[in-house]
Antibody, heavy 118, light 107 residues
Framework: EVQLVESGGGLVQPGGSLRLSCAVS????????MNWVRQAPGKGLEWVANIKKDGSDIHYVDSVKGRFTISRDNAKNSVYLQMNSLRVEDTGVYYC???????????WGQGTLVTVSS | DIQMTQSPSTLSASVGDRVTITCRAS??????LVWYQQKPGKAPKPLIYKASNLESGVPSRFSGSGSGTEFTLTISSLQPDDFATYYC?????????FGQGTKLEIK
């Protein structure tokens, strides 16, 4: 059974940092691109970043470039999102997702809540 | 960035109705479009990928069509479990972008 489990969310002050983790099981992790998608409270979905199977290709939405870093450890079956210089507008549920070879997210984690507030 | 515009934003319908949701892209995305269903407090679930392909396990009452800039999601006969919010997303260009969502409500 495919599982994605996020962790690391919490309450942080503006300007602070958090590191999100996503541990996966049930599939060959190193064969898939991985995504992070977020959703502000009561709002729609926003794609944040993704990373190629071997970590050699990475993409970000403009609003997080220079502040967030996506990475992965194929030996630990995990993908990470290091978030620095956090802003109030970064508040939301962050989902880790698996990208099918066709390019869409076929499996999603349950999400982890990040709250940026003073 | 590619802008994705869904219509309507809210749709009221009854069990058994046929409903259609439209998603328009600000420029051609070929057929690189996915439709998701999201229920409150839950992660989205893919329904249709590459504009018209039914995701495994999704009921056949869901269908998708379109290419280029205009796409539709159709539910042929609404069931109680279908009342949710639906999103489209393009994955032809970075950044991947979502529509704003369509909330399907019970009439």
């Amino acid at each position: 059974e495919v599982q994605l489990v996020e962790s690391g969310g919490g309450l942080v002050q503006p300007g602070g940092s958090l590191r999100l983790s996503c541990a996966v099981s049930g599939f060959t992790f190193s064969s898939y691109w991985m995504n992070w998608v977020r959703q502000a409270p009561g709002k729609g979905l926003e794609w944040v970043a993704n990373i190629k199977k071997d970590g050699s290709d990475i993409h970000y939405v403009d609003s997080v470039k220079g502040r967030f870093t996506i990475s992965r450890d194929n030996a630990k079956n995990s993908v990470y999102l290091q978030m620095n210089s956090l802003r109030v507008e970064d508040t939301g549920v962050y989902y880790c997702t698996r990208l099918q070879n066709d390019g869409y997210d076929d499996y999603w984690g349950q999400g982890t809540l990040v709250t940026v507030s003073s | 960035d590619i802008q994705m515009t869904q219509s309507p934003s809210t749709l009221s319908a009854s069990v058994g109705d046929r409903v259609t949701i439209t998603c328009r892209a600000s420029q051609s995305i070929s057929n690189w479009l996915v439709w998701y269903q999201q229920k409150p407090g839950k992660a989205p679930k893919p329904l249709i990928y590459k504009a018209s392909n039914l995701e495994s396990g999704v009921p056949s009452r869901f269908s998708g069509s379109g290419s280029g800039t205009e796409f539709t999601l159709t539910i042929s006969s609404l069931q109680p479990d279908d009342f949710a919010t639906y999103y489209c997303r393009q994955y032809n260009y970075y950044p991947y972008t979502f529509g704003q969502g369509t909330k399907l409500e019970i009439k």
